[in-house]
């Protein structure tokens, strides 16, 4: 699964990535402790490529508030296009969510949780694919977005079961939307060698911690 990351690329350099437009009111960059229920930076295809808040904590429509079940972060590659929360944006509503990279954790035998942090080996930007969704109850409206998840790789289980799926630029047309069907084929896991990680403070176990410390190495 994915459930917190960081983010410390400018706005401009995002768009760059991406081939798109920057809206306004993007989150502040950088972040090195981006949590559930966070705005985070998406983009979406349409009249050209927008790079676009949204919140992280996709909604499904007949939810009466956004508290009114259980906070959907991830989709799981394996249920997405059956499951009633997911199976429509699956299908129409895909967008790509950046990272620089993400944590996970392992529990010791006392059942501590040890936190580590995982980037890609190159240095390159990673690139969440992800489903989005506008929720309205009348009252109250936002664009919502989940991270698609996949098993893990042979390397990546020693840390997890699972991970993000994660796109290479040659993807992006085809996950977007752009390049007509097949998105399907892309929900799979990392290359064996494509990621990297290293333990890290624990002080990162809080969703109120910040700074550049929370993705320094400790012994």
């Not at 676009?52 to 956004?66: D, H, L, Q, T, V």
């Not at 259980?70 to 699956?90: D, G, Q, S, V």
């Not at 996950?175 to 399907?184: C, F, M, V, Y």
């Not at 990680?197 to 176990?205: G, Q, S």
Request: proline fraction near 8%.
């Amino acid at each position: 699964m994915c459930g917190r990351f960081a983010i410390t690329l400018p706005v401009q350099a995002m768009a760059h990535m991406f081939e798109a437009t920057a809206g306004n009111d993007l989150p502040e960059v950088p972040n090195f402790n981006v949590c559930p229920t966070n705005d985070v930076h998406t983009t979406i295809a349409g009249a050209g490529r927008r790079l676009m808040a949204m919140r992280w904590g996709f909604i499904p429509s007949w939810y009466k508030s956004p508290s009114d079940g259980p906070l959907l972060i991830n989709a799981r590659a394996e249920t997405i296009a059956e499951k009633p929360a997911f199976r429509e944006a699956c299908r129409q509503r895909r967008c790509i969510i950046p990272a620089t990279g993400f944590y996970e954790w392992t529990k010791d035998a006392e059942g501590k949780r040890h936190p580590w942090y995982i980037r890609r080996r190159d240095e390159v930007p990673l690139a969440f694919a992800g489903i989005w969704q506008d929720w309205d109850n009348g009252e109250t409206q936002a664009r919502t977005c989940a991270i698609v998840t996949c098993g893990a790789n042979t390397a990546m289980s020693a840390i997890h079961h699972r991970m993000p799926v994660i796109l290479s630029p040659d993807d992006f047309g085809l996950w977007l939307g752009e390049q007509g069907h097949g998105a399907a084929r892309l929900m799979r896991p990392a290359p064996e060698a494509a990621l990297v990680w290293h333990r890290v403070d624990p002080k990162v176990n809080s969703n109120r911690a910040e700074g550049p410390e929370l993705i320094e190495p400790i012994a």
